[in-house]
Each structure stands twice: as C-alpha cells, then as structure tokens.
Nanobody
Framework: QVQLVESGGGLVQAGRSLKLSCAAS????????MAWYRQAPGKQRELVAS???????DYADAVRGRCTISRDNAKNTVHLQMNSLKPDDTAVYYC???????????WGQGTQVTVSS
C-alpha cells in the first residue's frame, strides 16, 4: 500500500506559478507511474501530467508547455511545477500512484489550487 500526501496548493493570481509536491510512503523507483490529476467543481477528474519510473512524461494538452512533472527519487517525491497559471487551472489537484500496470491505484487527499483573474 502506498500513501500519498500532496502539498503546495494555494491562491495565486493569474500568470503566477505554483509548485505542487507529492510525498510517497514507498520508494518511488518501484512505482511504475505517478501522475497528477485535477478536478474542478462540476467536472470530471482529468489527467494533468504523468511520469514513469524511467522518467517518461506525458501532459494534457491544456497544460503542455506550462507545467513540468519531475521526480526526486531521493525524497520519494513527485513535483508539478505550474507556470503561467490561468483561472481555468482552478481545481483540486490529486496525486496518483500506480505501482504496476496491473495494480490498484493509490490517491492522495488532494490540494486546492485557486487562480484569480
């Protein structure tokens, strides 16, 4: 079982930056994929970015070029650097870990990001 704790959310003005962190209770080198999702009020949860244990990354079109996902293996932490934030980025951001292709997903409790115009 993997426990995930997100941090770094907050209230920022449009155009500013935030860096989210997700601390895992397990060695993230053993986790196949870690990802950030977000869910805005009244909308479905959607993928923001993902990173594999080999460092392969993927981004949603809405954030590509503005966000960077990275791993700090020594600290078992995954970061999401978000730049040029827009009001549409307002959502609760969740960290997800999928240890293997056939395992269950583990989720954090989420961190709120609010971008004011």
């Amino acid at each position: 079982q993997v426990q995930l704790v997100e941090s770094g959310g907050g209230l920022v003005q449009a155009g500013r930056s935030l860096k989210l962190s997700c601390a895992a209770s397990a060695n993230i080198l053993t986790i196949n994929t870690m990802a950030w999702y977000r869910q805005a009020p009244g909308k479905q949860r959607e993928l923001v970015a993902s990173i594999t244990s080999r460092g392969v990354t993927d981004y949603a079109d809405a954030v590509r070029g503005r966000c960077t996902i990275s791993r700090d293996n020594a600290k078992n932490t995954v970061h999401l650097q978000m730049n040029s934030l827009k009001p549409d980025d307002t959502a609760v951001y969740y960290c997800k870990a999928r240890p293997s292709l056939y395992s269950a997903d583990y989720w954090g409790q989420g961190t709120q990001v609010t971008v004011s115009s």
